[in-house]
Each structure stands twice: as C-alpha cells, then as structure tokens.
C-alpha cells in the first residue's frame, strides 16, 4: 500500500519508518514538508501522492504548554485533522489517527475500555478528543489508535528525561499517584503496520477506536525506579504526589487503557513494556571497588 505519513518527524514517525519486512510504500512528511494546518498543501500533496491510506501523527504534543497556547493545540489536533478527514473522505481513502489516554479524566477505577465516554481534564486532551469526534464525524473509514506514555530513543519522552535527570542530578522526584501503560513506540509502530497489512481485509465493524498500550500498568514513579534500575544508575527516585509536581496541565491519575479488543481483533499478545526498555537502556558498568 501507498502510506502517506504526516508528523513524521516525531517518535513514533522515525520508528514507524523504521520499520522492516512490510511490503508497504511509506510517503513520510514532516512538519515542515506539510504543516497539517495548511489545508491548500494538503489537499495538493493528497492529489499528488495518491495514497492508498493516511497515517496521522502530525500533532501538538506539549501538555503543558497546551495550557496557555490554546487555539495552537487545537489548530493541529481538532482543526487540522478535522481537514485530513475531510479530505481523505473526499478520496474515499481511510485514515489511521493517533490518540490519547488523556481524553478520559482518569476518575474510572478500572483500565479504559474504547466504549467509555471520554471526558478530557486538560487543554492537550480535550483538543485530541475534538479531533477524534471529527475524524468520526466526517470519514467513516477510520482507525482512532489511543495510546498511553509512549518512548523511545528519539524525541522527547519520559524515558530521555530520565536519563538526562539521571547525568544532572541526585535526586529526582517522581509522581506516584498516577497510573499507566508505558508503550514502546516500536512496539506501537508494529501494531501500525499490522493494521496496514490487514486494511484491505476490513469490513464496516473493524473501523473504529482501539487501545493499545504496555503492560504491567506502573505509577510514573514505578516507571522511573524500573528505568534508574536497568541504567545502575545512583541518582534516587523520590516519590511525590502529583500536588507536590509543578506542571501547569492536569493529568489524569488512571491513565490505563484496556487493549483486550485489539488483542481479539487482531490475535496480538499483551506487551510486556520493560522488554524493550532493556534494549533500550544500556547500564552503566558496576563499581567492583
Ligand atoms: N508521546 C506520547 O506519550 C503519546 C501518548 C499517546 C498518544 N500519542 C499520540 O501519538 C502521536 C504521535 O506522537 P509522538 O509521540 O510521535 O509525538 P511527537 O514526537 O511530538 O511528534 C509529533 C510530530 O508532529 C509534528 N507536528 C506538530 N505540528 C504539526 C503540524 N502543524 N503539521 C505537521 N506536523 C506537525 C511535530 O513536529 P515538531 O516537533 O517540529 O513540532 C512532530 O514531528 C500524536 O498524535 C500523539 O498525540 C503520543
């Protein structure tokens, strides 16, 4: 298939293009070869490149600054991907989107299922969940993937602070009171590519949202105790609450997402997260003296 990828500078992007073995023509684009917000250059690269299905990862990704740069978080994650399903339904070509665990509030007891409402607590969130109500409002033929604290060695992501951290202080302190999946974005670009193999076998019920995320489900502080083990790293983790964290977006304290629906539907194993961070994370030597 011809694959049109937006937003294909950022992680996911780069280990998406990483990917080997899959018969598929990656048309890659980055932020400054199309900016999603400018309608007239989709619209022409769309014609141009006749592609097969659009991959969006093209997003504004800062939760924090989404806070007070409100109308550019929207501008990408609602507006312009509105625009990208408008135009891939005019092409009569499906559309495979990226999402979030934060278009839910975090409230529910149990991991999220994709038939749960969402009800976004920040400014990021809620601009990923009005894109996703236009993606599903104007192009029918739509995969919403919705993930959760996605890393990898490129980028920005929570694994490369804490390596950074770990070369600049003692001492880190880490939020304990918030819980989810830590996704490889390896991992996650597979499951891309298994759902590209499988596009053209679709029928109308395979459209729609699924979850994909790393298990075991781990606190932020978990997460960051198993990176600072696999690292021998001396730094110590310190364990906050996320009142004593000084971020200027909310966050949701369940961020876990149920995948047992992507798992049925395409007869994947739950992903045990810590695998590839050992690959990722080369420890340092141990002091024998
Ligand atoms: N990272 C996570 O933990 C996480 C978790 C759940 C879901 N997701 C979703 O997964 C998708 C990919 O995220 P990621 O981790 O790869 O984020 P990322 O590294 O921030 O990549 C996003 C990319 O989109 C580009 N971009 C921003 N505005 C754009 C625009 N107007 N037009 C075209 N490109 C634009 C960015 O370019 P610049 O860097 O130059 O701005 C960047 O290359 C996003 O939809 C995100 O919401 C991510």
């Known amino acids: 298939m011809r694959v049109l990828i937006t937003g294909a500078s950022g992680q996911l992007g780069q280990s998406l293009l990483m990917q080997k073995n899959h018969p598929h023509e990656l048309i890659a684009f980055s932020k400054t070869q199309l900016d999603i917000t400018d309608t007239d250059k989709l619209n022409t690269i769309l014609e141009e490149s006749k592609p097969d299905v659009v991959i969006n990862l093209a997003a504004y990704t800062a939760v ?9 978080a929207f501008a990408v994650n609602a507006e312009a991907v509105k625009n990208i399903a408008k135009i891939t339904n005019s092409h009569q ?41 236009a993606i599903r409002e104007y192009n029918p033929m739509h995969i919403i993937v919705r993930s959760s604290w996605v890393f990898s060695a490129i980028g920005k ?9 770990t070369q600049e202080k003692k ?44 298990t075991p489900y781990v606190s932020w502080f ?42 049925v539907r395409f007869a994947i194993p739950s992903i045990n997260w810590r695998y590839k961070l ?7 030597p141990i002091n024998m003296s």
């Open 222 to 263: 978990e997460f960051a105790q198993e990176i600072i083990n696999q690292l021998n790293s001396k730094s110590r983790i310190i364990s906050i609450s996320s009142q004593q964290y000084a971020g200027a977006a909310r966050r949701p304290a369940n961020s876990r997402l149920n995948m047992e629906k992507a798992q």
């Open 157 to 165: 992501n929570f694994l490369k602070t804490i390596l950074r951290l």
């Open 278 to 284: 050992k690959q990722l994370v080369v420890p340092a």
């Open 93 to 133: 070509i499906p559309i495979i989107h990226l999402s979030t665990d934060y278009v839910f509030s975090g409230d529910k007891e149990l991991p999220y299922l994709e038939t749960d409402i969402p009800n976004p607590i920040n400014v990021y969130g809620k601009s990923k969940l009005a894109g996703e109500i």
């Open 171 to 214: 001492e880190i302190s880490i939020v304990n009171d918030q819980i989810g999946g830590p996704t490889c974005a390896d991992d996650l670009a597979s499951f891309l590519i298994l759902l590209l193999n499988q596009l053209k076998q679709f029928s109308d019920t395979d459209w729609g949202v699924y979850h994909y995320c790393g």
């Open 64 to 72: 924090d600054q989404a806070e007070t740069n409100i109308d550019a």
